[in-house]
């Protein structure tokens, strides 16, 4: 990945390599699915056609009222993140949505 600066070192954007690979999830709606993150790989862009639901501590769903740091984030489009090689991550949809899994090396 490299990193595109402007004048006085303030980051414009990031470009990122092809990734190592690509998965793929077509969730049905209302129903989690789980990735398991391949070895080797610390990075990921997950992208969806519909907003989508993730969590790393359990099953993936609509959230209601939580403060104790179990409820999954949504994803209006897409979402970049340090991963660690085998961390299990939960997806959730309320409808039908394809969501794409970029993963990158180490």
Same mark, same amino acid.
């Given at each position: 990945?490299?990193?595109?600066?402007?004048?006085? /070192?303030?980051?414009?954007?990031?470009?990122?390599?092809?990734?190592?690979?690509?998965?793929?999830?077509?969730?049905?709606? /209302?129903?989690?699915?789980?990735?398991?993150?391949?070895?080797?790989?610390?990075?990921?862009?997950?992208?969806?056609?519909? /907003?989508?639901?993730?969590?790393?501590? /359990?099953?993936?769903?609509?959230?209601?009222?939580?403060?104790?740091?179990?409820?999954?984030?949504?994803?209006?489009?897409?979402?970049?993140?340090?991963?660690?090689?085998?961390?299990?991550?939960?997806?959730?949809?309320?409808?039908?949505?394809?969501?794409?899994?970029?993963?990158?090396?180490?």
């Amino acid at each position: 990945m490299a990193t595109k600066t402007k004048a006085k /070192g303030s980051i414009v954007g990031t470009t990122h390599s092809l990734p190592r690979w690509v998965d793929s999830r077509a969730l049905g709606a /209302g129903v989690a699915e789980n990735y398991t993150i391949p070895t080797t790989i610390g990075y990921v862009i997950m992208s969806a056609d519909n /907003g989508f639901y993730f969590n790393t501590n /359990g099953t993936a769903s609509v959230p209601g009222d939580l403060s104790d740091g179990s409820a999954s984030m949504y994803v209006p489009s897409s979402f970049e993140g340090v991963v660690d090689s085998s961390d299990v991550i939960s997806l959730f949809a309320v409808g039908a949505t394809v969501v794409t899994i970029a993963c990158y090396a180490d």
